[in-house]
């Protein structure tokens, strides 16, 4: 017997801001959107369900956004330059972030992953779980309640040390920007964070 997939999530993005002009719908991975003529054209973006993430290039390259459901009526520093879209996955049934919905004008989504955020933490391998925004240093992770639940973490934005111990003590590794899909001996250990450069 052949079994069907359920879309579980569903994305549009539209060319201007608002949500006017053309628009595409997808419900799949889509690693590069100049196969759908709408390559670096999305102005703004209606999530409709699911948690995806934007990326500047194709095949998820480059800098990415998270994004919750909810309607991003603008995209300030990141409008016409998306090249790939793809849902993140939700095998842990709690999803990604704090589910917060409504209008994102200037599209920051909740604490979990926005636009001005150096740092996302992710509580699972692989980008899954609960998430957690940094903007500055963390002298210890219990302020956010995130201690020593770390399993992914995104760099968007400058150096950071992450360190196994509040204040920044203890056995620390070194993250310059990029995506850290998991830890290795330091997943689920870190207390604390901080800007280095």
């Known amino acids: 017997m052949t079994s069907l997939a359920a879309h579980a999530g569903e994305i549009t993005l539209f060319t201007d801001d608002h949500f006017r002009g053309p628009s595409v719908t997808l419900r799949d991975a889509n690693p590069d959107l100049v196969r759908m003529g709408f390559n670096d054209r999305a102005s703004s973006v209606r999530v409709r369900s699911g948690t995806w993430e934007l990326c500047e290039h194709a095949g998820f390259g480059g800098q990415c956004r998270i994004l919750q459901p909810?309607?991003?009526?603008?995209?300030?520093?990141?409008?016409?330059?998306?090249?790939?879209?793809?849902?993140?996955?939700?095998?842990?049934?709690?999803?990604?972030?704090?589910?917060?919905?409504?209008?994102?004008?200037?599209?920051?989504?909740?604490?979990?992953?926005?636009?001005?955020?150096?740092?996302?933490?992710?509580?699972?391998?692989?980008?899954?779980?609960?998430?957690?925004?940094?903007?500055?240093?963390?002298?210890?992770?219990?302020d956010y309640d995130f201690n020593d639940r770390t399993g992914s973490i995104i760099i968007r934005d400058g150096v950071w040390e992450a360190c196994e111990h509040a204040d920044f003590r203890g056995r620390c590794i070194t993250l310059t920007a990029g995506r850290y899909d998991h830890l290795d001996r330091m997943n689920n250990v870190i207390s604390s964070l901080r800007r280095v450069r």
């Open 70 to 142: 909810g309607d991003y009526d603008s995209l300030r520093g990141f409008n016409d330059v998306i090249s790939s879209v793809r849902e993140l996955d939700d095998r842990d049934g709690r999803g990604h972030g704090r589910g917060d919905r409504g209008d994102r004008g200037g599209w920051g989504g909740g604490r979990g992953d926005r636009r001005d955020d150096a740092v996302t933490l992710f509580e699972q391998a692989d980008f899954r779980g609960r998430q957690v925004g940094l903007e500055r240093d963390a002298r210890t992770l219990d």
